[in-house]
């Protein structure tokens, strides 16, 4: 059952086309618990709350899955696929497979990360509150949205941290960058007890060879 919260959150996304396009598409990937993620969803809101067109600022789309399969051969063999199925969106899809997230972590921040358990699950640990939303699709198409912190901060284009695992660093870098692009936003700061040891960066430049839970 959906509220009309979700209607109208459905409804702004979808004026994005590119969205529309990888909720047909994405299906054809064969992969499992897949959801649309990130910017591609909370950019393209603010985008229509601004009266922009929804695509302005939208770097890339984020493709979420989740596979025990935790081989950089087998996430490469999907990515491959997914630049096939989306070749004519004109945009970067990225999509990755976030059982593989923390294989790379520590390598890559010398901390060690605790395997997520699934796709929301790596979803609930983006920096900001505001950017955790995602959209799936059933092979009939009809659409099931995830979106744990609830609607009204995004409609109201405020900001929330989310200092479960990514530290204050990610957070105030991706705020500014947000604001820059769209400065009705309203940033609430980092709150100042909050530790970050052993924090998981959920936003950021992609590790080679495979990538992050990156909230665009």
């Known amino acids: 059952m959906t509220t009309n919260d979700e209607q109208l959150f459905l409804a702004h996304i979808l004026k994005n086309p590119v969205n529309g396009r990888i909720l047909q598409l994405a299906p054809l990937l064969g992969v499992s618990d897949w959801w649309l993620t990130a910017g591609a969803l909370f950019q393209t809101v603010w985008n229509v709350l601004e009266g922009r067109d929804p695509q302005t600022g939208i770097r890339d789309y984020d493709l979420f899955y989740f596979d025990e399969d935790t081989s950089y051969e087998a996430e490469h063999a999907v990515i491959?696929?997914?630049?096939?199925?989306f070749q004519d969106l004109d945009v970067e899809v990225e999509v990755r497979n976030e059982a593989r997230v923390h294989l790379w972590y520590e390598d890559h921040f010398g901390v060690p990360a605790v395997p997520f358990t699934g796709t929301t699950d790596a979803v609930d640990h983006f920096a900001a509150k505001t950017c955790c939303f995602a959209v799936t699709s059933d092979p009939?198409?009809?659409?099931?949205?995830?979106?744990?912190?609830?609607?009204?901060d995004l409609?109201?284009?405020?900001?929330?941290?989310?200092?479960?695992?990514?530290?204050?660093?990610?957070?105030?870098?991706?705020t500014q960058r947000w604001l820059?692009?769209?400065?009705?936003?309203?940033?609430?700061?980092?709150p100042e007890d909050q530790s970050v040891d052993n924090?998981?960066?959920?936003?950021?430049?992609?590790?080679?060879?495979?990538?992050?839970?990156?909230?665009?």
């Open 80 to 85: 491959v696929r997914a630049r096939e199925v």
């Open 140 to 152: 009939a198409g009809n659409l099931s949205t995830y979106a744990p912190h609830g609607y009204a």
């Open 155 to 174: 409609f109201a284009r405020r900001i929330v941290p989310n200092p479960v695992l990514a530290p204050r660093e990610v957070y105030e870098a991706k």
């Open 180 to 190: 820059a692009q769209w400065p009705s936003l309203t940033v609430l700061p980092w």
């Open 199 to 216: 924090a998981l960066p959920a936003s950021g430049p992609l590790p080679p060879p495979s990538a992050s839970n990156n909230p665009t």
